[in-house]
């Protein structure tokens, strides 16, 4: 071979290896384009898309796990001592959640729908049986009735008069941790009912949540912009929130935490309205994680959601005084605005 075969054989080469890179290039973005655009097709929550049925029943299973501080000290606590108390648990409860009563609204650009939550005991995940298992713990409800009267001294004198004579209505509760859980009925919140239409007798951290849902879900299919894809569109008929006090914090923004639109990139900000904590949180990217073998970007929300208002000052309107907040857990009206606890 001569050299100047030889040159042109190396610059053949290079050139031809150019073109497959170009041709790669090529078919690579084509390529991208084309999936991308059938995902954004594809990802559609109407009947008969792939995306339907596991966004009605979703597949991964939700552990919830609960651990209580069982007070060792009552009689001390009781004339003044500091509680001491043992952390005891996890008792986990596996979460089924389903979506019921699906309907298309407005030619399909819409869906209705209520979230249906239950959940099963797990023993074997659990430290011991929740119906067994005794925790003393201060009684919830009666701090709440005096810390409502807190402001007139003879008032919460004659309330503490009177919650002495009902049993059951100590400062101090042991009930079994299923009890605490999913609710029992409460000596002294079953007198106040009895005066009082707007009060449940019966209290619990997750009372009235098992089978039940929280309300009628709108959401946008997804069918007009794929980046609405389950987004929530109304919740109880309301496009906004009315409990907290600025209209930042009353903002119903995102999805509802089970389906993000596709194509999800590093440096968005994604909103989530969770009717758990009554209010819309976002989450932004952390870091590159891999699930069952497939690339994926962990979210988490930034410190900013959950700051004080001094330090992110879009919080204001969470802050409402503690006798609201008490309002607000124990009144039936708003059942979902357990958010201090
Ligand atoms: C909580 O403490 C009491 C004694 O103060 C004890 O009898 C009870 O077993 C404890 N409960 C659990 C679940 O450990
Ligand atoms: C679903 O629809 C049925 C029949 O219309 C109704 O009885 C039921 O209460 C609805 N479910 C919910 C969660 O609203
Ligand atoms: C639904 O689609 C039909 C025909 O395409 C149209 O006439 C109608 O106005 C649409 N309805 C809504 C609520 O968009
Ligand atoms: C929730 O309800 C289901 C079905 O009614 C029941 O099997 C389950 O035990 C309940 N869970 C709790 C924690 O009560
Ligand atoms: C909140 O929104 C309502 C209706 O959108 C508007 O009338 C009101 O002026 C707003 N309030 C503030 C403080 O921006
Ligand atoms: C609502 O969410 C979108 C994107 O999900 C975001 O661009 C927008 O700023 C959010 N609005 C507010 C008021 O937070």
Redesign the pocket.
């Known amino acids: 071979m001569t050299r100047r075969s030889c040159a042109i054989y190396a610059v053949g080469i290079i050139c031809s290896s150019l073109l497959v890179v170009g041709i790669g290039l090529v078919v690579g973005q084509v390529f991208r384009t084309l999936m991308h655009n059938r995902l954004k097709k594809e990802i559609v929550l109407v009947e008969g898309s792939r995306v339907f049925e596991s966004w009605k029943r979703p597949p991964p299973p939700v552990y919830m796990e609960f651990f209580f501080f069982n007070m060792t000290n009552v009689d001390a606590f009781l004339a003044g001592a500091k509680p001491q108390v043992t952390q005891v648990g996890p008792y986990t409860y596996r979460e089924y959640r389903y979506k019921d009563n699906v309907s298309m609204v407005e030619n399909d650009t819409k869906v209705s729908a209520y979230n249906i939550k239950s959940f099963i005991f797990l023993r074997d995940k659990s430290v011991g049986d929740p119906t067994e298992d005794l925790i003393t713990t201060v009684n919830i409800p009666a701090w709440a009735v005096m810390n409502k009267l807190k402001g007139s001294f003879w008032k919460a004198s004659a309330a503490s008069v009177w919650m002495n004579t009902i049993p059951g209505a100590g400062l101090c509760t042991t009930r079994s941790v299923h009890e605490l859980l999913w609710g029992y009925e409460d000596p002294l919140l079953a007198r106040l009912a009895g005066v009082s239409s707007d009060v449940d007798k019966v209290f619990g951290l997750m009372a009235n949540k098992n089978g039940t849902n929280n309300g009628e879900f709108v959401y946008h299919t997804g069918k007009t912009n794929y ?1 609405d894809y389950g ?1 929530v569109v109304t919740w109880m008929g309301q496009s906004q929130l009315t409990f907290w006090t600025t209209n ?1 914090s009353n ?1 119903i ?2 999805s509802d935490g089970s389906a993000f639109h596709p194509l999800i990139e590093k440096n ?4 989530i309205f969770t009717p758990d904590l009554c209010r ?1 949180i ?1 989450m932004e990217y952390e870091k590159d994680v891999e699930v069952r073998g497939i690339p994926a970007y962990r979210f988490t929300p930034p410190r900013s959601v959950l700051a004080s208002k001094e330090e992110n000052p879009d919080n204001e309107g969470y802050c409402i005084t503690p006798k609201e907040c008490w309002e607000l857990v124990f009144s039936k009206s708003a059942h979902v605005a357990k958010v201090p606890l």
Do not use: A, L
């Open positions: 980046m987004k930042q903002i923004n995102g968005e900000r994604i909103h819309t976002y």
